[in-house]
C-alpha cells in the first residue's frame, strides 16, 4: 500500500516539474522582411506566462512588450513602428528618437566629439552638434547584429571594427535579451584587443498605459538617486554630482512626473524637461527605479548593476513622428530609463571608468520587472 502511496506522490511531484517546464518562456523566430538595403531582418518572439517581447536583430531592438493591466487587460506599453523600415527610415533622418534600440559604443554624449587614452587622442563622428551622441550616426542602433535562440530567449552578438566611428580597439558585444515570468533581463558582455571605452544601454520608451495613449506626465516615478549630473546647454555633464534634495529632481520619494517638470529650474529648462543622469545610490544589482501609473495599474521596476540611469522624458518628440498604428507621439509620450555609465565619462576621470582593457570581460545586467498594484 506505501509503495502505491509513494509512486502516486512521484507522479504527482512529476507532473508539477513537467507544468513547472511547461510554463517556459517559449521562443520563435520570423522573418522581418528585408531592409531597404537589402539585408534579411529576423524578429523573435519571446513568450512567457506573463508577457511577451519582440526583438529585433536590426539594431537590437526592442519592438514590443506586452504586459497585462490591473484587470488582466494586455497592452504593448513601448513606443516604436510597425515595420523594421520604419525604424531604419528613423536611423537615417535628422531627430532619430532610437526607439528600442541597444545603444553604443557608448551611449548618451561625448564632448566635442572626441577623448584620449593612454595619451592618445581619438575622433570620433559627430552626430549631435559638436558633440556624439549614442555611438555615432552608424552606432549599434543601425547596425545589424547575429541573432541566435537561447534559452528563454535570444542572443545577439556584432563585432565593432577597430576604428568604427572613431573608437579603437576590435570590440565583440554580445547582448542576451530573456524572458522570465514578468522580468524582461538584458545581459550585456564586451571584450577588446585594444584599450577602449564603452558605455551600454537600451533605449526602450515607456508608457505604462499602453503606447500611443497620451502622455506620462502622470506616472508616479521613484529613482533611487540623491546626487544626478547637471549639464550644459549641450547637455554634456558639467562634472558637478549634484545633491537632488530640495529640488524638482528629486524622486527618491514618489512624484509625478509632471509634477514639477515645468518648474523654473535652470536644469529642467536646459534639458527642455528631463534628460538627465541620476547617479545611483549603492552597487552591484539595486533596485534603481519604479514607474506607477495610476490609470491601468502597471508598475514597472528597474534592476541593475550600472552606476547611474538616464531619465529622460522624450522631450524631443513633438508629434511629428508616427509610430505603431500611425500614431502621433507628441511630446512626453514615454519616458526613458537608461541605465548606464555617465555620459562624457571619458572626459571626466573623476566619474567611474569606462575603459575596457584586452583580457577584461565586460559584464552588465538590468532587469525589467512588471506588475500591477
Ligand atoms: C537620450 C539623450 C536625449 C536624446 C535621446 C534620443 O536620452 O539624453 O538627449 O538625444 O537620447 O532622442
Not at 534639458?271 to 527605479?289: C, I, Q, S
Not at 550600472?306 to 524631443?316: A, H, K, L
Amino acid at each position: 500500500m506505501t509503495y502505491y502511496k509513494n509512486v502516486v506522490v512521484m507522479l504527482i511531484l512529476f507532473a508539477g516539474m513537467a507544468g513547472a517546464l511547461v510554463a517556459r518562456t517559449e521562443v520563435a523566430e520570423r522573418s522581418g522582411g528585408k531592409l531597404p538595403d537589402g539585408r534579411a531582418v529576423a524578429i523573435y518572439t519571446l513568450k512567457s506566462d506573463k508577457m511577451e517581447v519582440e526583438v529585433m536583430n536590426y539594431g537590437g531592438d526592442v519592438l514590443s512588450i506586452k504586459v497585462p493591466d490591473k484587470n488582466g487587460k494586455m497592452a504593448d506599453v513601448v513606443l516604436g513602428f510597425d515595420d523594421p523600415s520604419g525604424y531604419y527610415e528613423a536611423n537615417h533622418a535628422k531627430g532619430n528618437p532610437y526607439f528600442g534600440a541597444l545603444i553604443g559604443r557608448y551611449g548618451n554624449r561625448i564632448a566635442h566629439a572626441r577623448f584620449s587614452l593612454d595619451g592618445k587622442e581619438y575622433a570620433l563622428a559627430k552626430n549631435n552638434g559638436e558633440n556624439t551622441l549614442h555611438g555615432g550616426p552608424n552606432g549599434f542602433h543601425s547596425q545589424l547584429w547575429t541573432g541566435e535562440i537561447i534559452p528563454d530567449g535570444v542572443q545577439l552578438k556584432y563585432l565593432s571594427k577597430d576604428g568604427e566611428e572613431g573608437y579603437p580597439g576590435n570590440l565583440t558585444v554580445t547582448v542576451k535579451y530573456t524572458v522570465k515570468g514578468n522580468e524582461l533581463k538584458i545581459d550585456y558582455v564586451a571584450t577588446t584587443d585594444k584599450d577602449t571605452v564603452l558605455n551600454l544601454t537600451n533605449h526602450s520608451y515607456f508608457n505604462l498605459s499602453g503606447q500611443g495613449n497620451g502622455t506620462i506626465l502622470g506616472d508616479e516615478l521613484k529613482l533611487n538617486a540623491s546626487r544626478f549630473t547637471p549639464v550644459d546647454a549641450g547637455l554634456i555633464p558639467t562634472g558637478q554630482l549634484k545633491p537632488v534634495a530640495g529640488t524638482p529632481f528629486d524622486f527618491t520619494k514618489a512624484h509625478t512626473v509632471g509634477e514639477r517638470i515645468q518648474a523654473d529650474d535652470e536644469q529642467l529648462k536646459l534639458g527642455h524637461g528631463y534628460d538627465h543622469n541620476f547617479v545611483l545610490d549603492g552597487k552591484g544589482m539595486r533596485e534603481a527605479a519604479e514607474v506607477y501609473d495610476p490609470a491601468s495599474g502597471r508598475v514597472l521596476t528597474v534592476t541593475t548593476d550600472q552606476p547611474g540611469v538616464q531619465f529622460y522624458t522624450s522631450n524631443f518628440l513633438d508629434g511629428s513622428l508616427s509610430g505603431k498604428g500611425g500614431v502621433a507621439y507628441p511630446r512626453n509620450a514615454a519616458l526613458c530609463l537608461e541605465t548606464q555609465y555617465f555620459p562624457d565619462s571619458p572626459n571626466h576621470p573623476e566619474f567611474p571608468t569606462t575603459e575596457l582593457k584586452p583580457g577584461e570581460k565586460f559584464h552588465s545586467t538590468t532587469i525589467f520587472r512588471f506588475s500591477t498594484r
